[in-house]
């Protein structure tokens, strides 16, 4: 099945009927069919694409279940699930009553499975030398109880990947911590100024190789979103992946003509910590000026990561040369650990044991001082902070995002930010 659907501001029902038609043109009768889906961490319209394929596929299926792709996000509660599908708790006990619902577990070993190693020859090649080591591939067990997996979720710029979507809903979002760690670092090797956005990555590549072990067919329902309307639908192969990821680039990629010594990046109420949040950085860095500052504004943010708080507090935010230079001393230290704090602090140098930020990383949030000078960020209170007083003075070098974290903000000219010049510069 390969069938592309494209159309601007798709309304519920538009998008629902696309979803059947799609559906139509397999033949899922008699088969055990997995449907992954995103957590609540990424818009988009979940609850339309749950009700279609229980509709079409529950009385022609032997078994069709769904699975949260949480990756280390944390469990949804049973308020928050419901929610985020769209039914009632009547409804589940009732009309959907048939539909298995799961949630990925990803530091259970009872819940994982190895299919395989990604050897490290491979691993040197696709990831063009800059990981040198075995990758095992561990998958939430229940993967292979089906006869085949359906993927639904939105495609968006992406840090570690470039775009997310497609595969990634896999890995990592159904995968064990090994192949996250590792290909999350390998992300953070490239920086984010110079991998978010591109669609051909080496995390992508490593990703692609990771689902070649998994030998299942794997159908995709890929959309593009923006300000919450449905842009277009993509469903079939890697290809339909693709074809999503092209529009993404057209109506997710923001470009401007300057760069801007302070910017106000604002998080919507769907980043409950900085774990998730730290994506209002990510899509801004490459405008923000050297030595400027950009401040995440999130007054709703009372927590660094309910996942993994305390592994993060125990290293700070850092650049990534900080931790390179320094790796015997960070080695114990999870690849996605060192990957979301460079990720954050953005790029800079640590040359004669000095660190050096390109820009100063602010917190307006729900987390105290204290914890921001802990971890290594700078610190705003979020009751000083008027939006209104950041409106209208982009000629005056400032600029307020709101709903960050979704759109990705690049200079017109091209250019990034690059580490290169930086050392140039300081040394």
């Known amino acids: 099945m390969d069938t592309e659907k494209t159309v601007r501001f798709l309304s519920r029902e538009e998008l629902s009927a696309l979803c059947k038609e799609a559906l139509q043109t397999r033949d899922y009768r008699d088969k055990r069919i997995l449907v992954v889906i995103p957590d609540t961490t990424r ?10 394929i229980s509709e079409q596929l529950l009385d022609r299926t032997r078994k069709l279940d769904f699975i949260v ?25 009732t009309k959907y009553r048939e539909v298995g619902l799961f949630q990925h577990r990803w530091d259970d070993p009872e819940e994982l499975r190895c299919i395989g190693t990604i050897p490290r020859q491979q691993v040197r090649e696709l990831s063009k030398g ?11 067990r229940r993967i292979l109880q089906y006869d085949e997996l359906l993927i639904v979720g939105p495609v968006f710029p992406h840090e570690v990947v470039g775009f997310s979507g497609g595969y990634k ?40 190789k990771a689902v070649s072990l998994l030998r299942l067919p794997i159908t995709l329902f890929s959309f593009v ?5 449905v842009l277009g639908f993509f469903a079939g192969g890697e290809e339909s992946w693709s074809k999503a990821a092209d529009l993404s680039a057209q109506v997710n990629i923001q470009y ?3 760069t801007f010594h302070t910017v106000l990046s604002v998080a919507p109420q769907m980043y ?8 209002c950085m990510y899509k801004l860095e490459p405008i923000v000026e050297d030595g400027g500052r950009l401040i995440i504004y999130a007054p709703h943010v009372r927590e660094v990561s309910y996942t993994h708080g305390e592994a993060i507090e125990k290293v700070g935010y850092h650049t990534r040369d900080y931790f390179l230079k320094q790796m015997d001393r960070f080695r114990d230290v999870p690849g996605a650990i060192m990957a979301h704090s460079t990720h954050v602090k953005g790029i800079g140098t640590f040359i004669d044991g000095k660190e050096t930020p390109r820009i ?15 971890i290594n960020l700078g610190y705003l209170d979020p009751d000083l902070v008027r939006i209104e007083d950041y409106v209208d003075r982009e000629d005056e070098g400032i600029l307020v995002v709101r709903n960050a974290g979704e759109v990705l903000y690049r200079l017109a000219s091209g250019k990034v930010p690059d580490i290169e010049h930086l050392y140039s510069k300081r040394q």
């Open 43 to 52: 818009s988009g319209p979940v609850d339309i694409f749950f009700r279609s």
């Open 69 to 93: 792709a949480l990756g280390t996000h944390p469990i949804l509660d049973e308020t928050k699930l419901y929610r985020h599908l769209g039914i009632t708790r009547e409804e589940r006990e």
């Open 130 to 140: 800059l990981l040198d080591e075995d990758i095992p591939v561990e998958i939430n």
């Open 169 to 208: 809903y896999i890995f990592p979002g159904v995968a064990g911590p090994q192949i996250i760690h590792k290909f999350h670092w390998l992300g953070a090797l490239i920086t984010n100024p110079k991998i978010n956005g591109v669609k051909d990555t080496p995390p992508r590549q490593v990703i692609n």
């Open 225 to 229: 979103e923006k300000g919450g309307k």
């Open 256 to 258: 401007v003509d300057r």
């Open 272 to 279: 409950e910590d900085l774990w998730t949040a730290g994506k």
């Open 360 to 374: 100063e990383v602010l917190l307006a949030t729900g987390i105290p001082k204290h914890r921001c000078r802990k």
